[in-house]
C-alpha cells in the first residue's frame, strides 16, 4: 500500500507561482512512477505531468513551459513547479503513483485569481 500526501497548494494571483508536494509511503519510491493530475469543478480530471523511475517527464499541452515536474528520490517526494499561473489553472490537483497500481492523494486545491 502506498500512501501519497500532496501539499503546497493555496490561493495566488494570476502570473504568481506555487509549488506542490506529494510526499509517498514505502521504502521503493525510486521504483514509482509518478504524476500530477487536476480536475477543475465540472469537468474530469486530466494529466498534468508525469515523471517516470528513470526521470523522465512529459506534460499537457495548457501547462508546457510553464510547469515542471520533478522527484527527490531521496525525500521519496514529487514536486510541481507552477509558473505563470493562470485562472484556468484553478482546479483540485492530485498526486499519482504508480507502482503495480494506481494510488491517489487527496488532493490539494489551487487557486489562481485574475
Known amino acids: 500500500q502506498v500512501q501519497l500526501v500532496e501539499s503546497g497548494g493555496g490561493l495566488v494571483q494570476s502570473g504568481g507561482s506555487l509549488r506542490l508536494s506529494c510526499a509517498a509511503s514505502?521504502?521503493?519510491?525510486?521504483?514509482?512512477?509518478m504524476g500530477w493530475y487536476r480536475q477543475a469543478p465540472g469537468k474530469q480530471r486530466e494529466v498534468v505531468a508525469r515523471i517516470t523511475s528513470e526521470g523522465s517527464t512529459n506534460y499537457a499541452d495548457p501547462v508546457l513551459g510553464r510547469f515542471t515536474i520533478s522527484r527527490d528520490n531521496a525525500k521519496n517526494t514529487v514536486y510541481l513547479q507552477m509558473d505563470s499561473l493562470k485562472p484556468e489553472d484553478t482546479a483540485v490537483y492530485y498526486c499519482?503513483?504508480?507502482?503495480?497500481?494506481?494510488?491517489w492523494g487527496q488532493g490539494t486545491q489551487v487557486t489562481v485569481s485574475s
Open positions: 499519482r503513483a504508480q507502482y503495480f497500481r494506481n494510488y
Open positions: 514505502g521504502s521503493r519510491f525510486n521504483l514509482y512512477a
